[in-house]
C-alpha cells in the first residue's frame, strides 16, 4: 500500500469525451478531462493535484527551455471485458524515471506521486480508455525544471505533470529502414539510456531526411565505427537469425531498457525461442541475410508494442521482409495483447489494477 498522499482534485465541468470518436484514434492528438501537476521547490514536492486538462503558464526564461533539462515517460492503460481498468507495467516505468531523472540531474518523483498520482487520474478518467483493438490509453508522466534563469546549472524548481491521451496504433503499417551512418543517437558516457527530450529532439533530422527518401526511420549505431546496432527509430530492436533472438545489450548505456523489450524477452523465452542480449554489428546480420538465416527484424516500444520491419538497408544491399515473415512478432504481439486486453492469464503480474 502506498503512502497517502494529499492530493487536490477539482473535477471539469464539461467532459470532452462527448466530441471523440474512441473507435477511430490517431496516436497522441487527444487528451482526457484531467492532468496532473505537482511542483518541486526547497527540496520537497508540494501542490499535487488532479485539475482540468489546460495550458501552463511559463516564462519565456524557463531553463527547461533554453538547456533541455525535461524527462519523460511512455506507459499503457487497458480495459478488460468487464470494463476493470489496468496500466500495464507503471513499476518499471517509474524505475525508469528516476534513472533518467538521477542522470539529468533532476529530483527524484516519489511513488506516491508517480505510481499513486496516476492511479486516481485514470480512475478519474477511466471512461476514455479505449475498448478497441491496438487502442489503448497513452500515459506521459514528464518533468522539467522551472527555474527562471540563463546560468547554465541544475534548477531548484521542477514541474511534474501526467497527461492522458486515448491512442491508436503509432504505425499503422511495416516500416521501411535503413542503417544510419552520418547521424549518431547516443555515445558511452553520454544520456542513450535517459529518455530526456533531447535524445528525440535529435534524432529528428536523421527520420526526416529517411522521410525523403522514402524510408521511416533509421536504424543507429555506433558512434565510432558506425556498424553496431543500437535503436530503431525510438524502438528497441529485434533480429531473429536461426530461430535465436538477438538484441542489442545495455550494459553500454546507449540504448534505452524498454519496458516492452523486456516483456518481449520473457516472452520468447516462455516460446523456448533462445535470447540473446549482446553487441550485435551489421556484418552479422548482413551476412545472415545473404546466407538465409536472417528470419525476422522487428522494433519494440510502448507506442508501437511490436513494429514489423519490411525493408532494411545498408549501403546499397537491401533486405526485403513480408507477411510470410513475421511469424514470430505477430505471434508475441497477439501474446502481449491478449495480457493487456485481459483475454490472457497474467502470470508476471503485469497488469496494475486502477
Ligand atoms: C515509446 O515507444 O515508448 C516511445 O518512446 C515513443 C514515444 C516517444 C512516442
Known sequence: ??????????????????????????????????????????????????????????????????????????????????????????????????????????????EEIFIEGMRRLIELDKKWIPAKKEHSLYIRPFMFSTDTMLGVRPSSKYKFLIILSPTGPYFPKPMNIYVEERYTRAAPGGVGFAKNAGNYGGSMLAATEAQKQGYDQVLWTDASEHKWLQEVGMMNVFFIIDHTAITPSLEEETILNGVTRNSVITILKEMDIPVEERRINIDEVIKAHKEGRLQEVFGTGTAATVAMIQKLKYRDYVMEFGEKDWTLSAEIKKKLNGIRQGKSPDTHHWMFPV
Do not use: C
Open 1 to 110: 500500500m502506498i503512502a497517502a498522499m494529499d492530493i487536490q482534485v477539482t473535477k471539469t465541468e464539461r467532459s470532452k469525451l462527448q466530441d471523440i470518436d474512441l473507435e477511430n484514434l490517431p496516436f497522441g492528438k487527444y487528451f482526457t478531462d484531467h492532468m496532473l501537476e505537482a511542483e518541486y521547490e526547497n527540496g520537497k514536492w508540494t501542490n499535487v493535484e488532479i485539475k482540468p486538462y489546460q495550458p501552463l503558464l511559463l516564462e519565456p526564461s524557463l531553463a527547461a527551455l533554453h538547456y533541455g533539462q525535461a524527462i519523460f515517460e511512455g506507459i499503457k492503460a487497458y480495459k478488460d471485458e468487464e470494463g476493470n481498468a489496468f496500466i500495464f507495467r507503471p513499476y518499471d516505468n517509474f524505475r525508469r524515471f528516476n534513472i533518467s531523472a538521477e542522470r539529468m540531474d533532476m529530483p527524484e518523483v516519489p
